[in-house]
C-alpha cells in the first residue's frame, strides 16, 4: 500500500510542479522516448540474467506492492507452532518429530499451519532441521552451523534479483542520454524548418533524459530498495526460528527457548511478553507460558 502511495505522490508532485510552472503536459507525453528508454533497460536485464532471475525479480516486485508479509501474528503463529512441536518432543522423545518432519501436511502439529506448509522454503528450514536432529549424534553447534549455513545460501540467492533491478536502475540515466541523443539527432536533421517544429523536437529530447533519471531515482531504484528491505526481514524471520530451534537443542525448556526466539524478533513486530504468553496458551492444550520457565 505504502509503495503504491510513494508512486502516486512521487509521480503526482512533479505533475503538480510542472502545471503551476504553466508546463505543457502534453510535451512530457513521449512515447518513443519512453520505448526507448524502457525497452532498452528490460533488454539489459534479459541480457545479464537467467530466466529463474527473471522470475524472482517479477515476483519481487509484486511483493514489494503487496507489503510486508512478517507481521506480529506471522512471528506469534511461529513461536507457537514451535513451542507445540518441541513440547511434544519433550514428551515423546526427540525421535517422535521424525514423523512431522517427513510428511508435514499430516504432521498434528504443523497441519494446523497451513500459511507454514504454503512457505516451502521455511518449511524443508525446519523440517531438514529436525531431521537432522532427530537422527541423534548431531551437537547442537553443528546444527547452528547448517542453519546458518542454510541461511547464508538463501540470503545470497534471494540478494540476486535486487542486485539485477538496481543495476538496471543504474542504467537508466544513462539510457536517458542515448535517448536525448537520438532526439538532438533528429532535431539537426529538422534545422532550417519552422522554429515551432525544432523546438519540439528538443523538448521530446530533453524529455528522454527526463524519463531516465525520474525512473531510476523514482520509481526503480525505491522498488529495489523495497524488495531489499523485505529479504532482510525474512532473514531475521529464519534467524528467530534457528534461535528457538538451537536453544531447544541445547536442553532448554520450549516456553524458554521460545522467549529466546521471541527476544530476537525485530523490534517493530516484537510481541511483548504478555501477547506471547496469551497467544501460547490459545494454541488448544495446556501449554506453559514463558513465565512458568522462568520461574
Avoid: W
Amino acid at each position: 500500500m505504502f509503495v503504491i502511495i510513494g508512486i502516486v505522490v512521487v509521480f503526482g508532485s512533479i505533475v503538480a510542479g510542472y502545471l503551476m510552472e504553466h508546463g505543457n503536459l502534453k510535451v512530457l507525453i513521449q512515447p518513443a522516448e519512453l520505448i526507448i528508454i524502457g525497452g532498452a533497460a528490460i533488454g539489459t536485464v534479459l541480457i545479464a540474467n537467467p530466466l529463474y532471475i527473471l522470475k524472482q525479480i517479477a515476483a519481487g516486485i509484486g511483493g514489494a506492492f503487496g507489503g510486508s508479509k512478517f507481521s506480529k501474528e506471522k512471528y506469534l503463529e511461529t513461536l507457537r507452532m514451535l513451542f507445540e512441536l518441541f513440547t511434544r518432543a519433550r514428551k515423546e522423545g526427540l525421535m517422535a518429530l521424525e514423523t512431522d518432519s517427513d510428511d508435514p501436511e499430516k504432521s498434528p502439529v504443523f497441519s494446523k499451519y497451513p500459511k507454514f506448509l504454503k512457505d516451502h522454503h521455511a518449511l524443508d528450514f525446519v523440517c531438514d532441521t529436525i531431521r537432522m536432529a532427530a537422527g541423534g549424534g548431531v551437537e547442537p553447534f553443528d546444527v547452528d552451523q547448517m542453519m546458518d549455513l542454510d541461511m547464508e545460501t538463501h540470503h545470497q540467492q534471494a540478494g540476486l534479483p535486487i542486485a539485477s533491478l538496481s543495476t538496471m536502475a543504474d542504467s537508466l540515466p544513462g539510457l536517458g542520454i542515448v535517448a536525448a541523443v537520438l532526439g538532438v539527432v533528429i532535431t539537426m536533421g529538422a534545422l532550417g524548418g519552422p522554429p515551432e517544429e525544432i523546438g519540439h523536437k528538443v523538448a521530446a529530447a530533453l524529455v528522454g533524459t527526463f524519463l531516465g533519471i525520474l525512473l531510476c531515482y523514482g520509481l526503480v531504484g525505491p522498488l529495489a530498495s523495497s524488495m531489499a528491505k523485505g529479504v532482510d526481514e525474512e532473514h531475521s524471520y529464519y534467524h528467530v526460528m534457528r534461535v528457538v530451534i538451537v536453544a531447544f537443542m541445547k536442553g532448554t525448556p520450549p516456553s524458554l527457548a521460545v522467549e529466546f526466539g521471541r527476544r530476537a524478533i525485530p523490534g517493530n513486530v516484537r510481541p511483548n511478553f504478555k501477547e506471547t504468553e496469551q497467544f501460547i496458551k490459545h494454541s488448544g492444550g495446556a501449554a506453559a507460558a514463558p513465565a512458568q520457565a522462568a520461574a
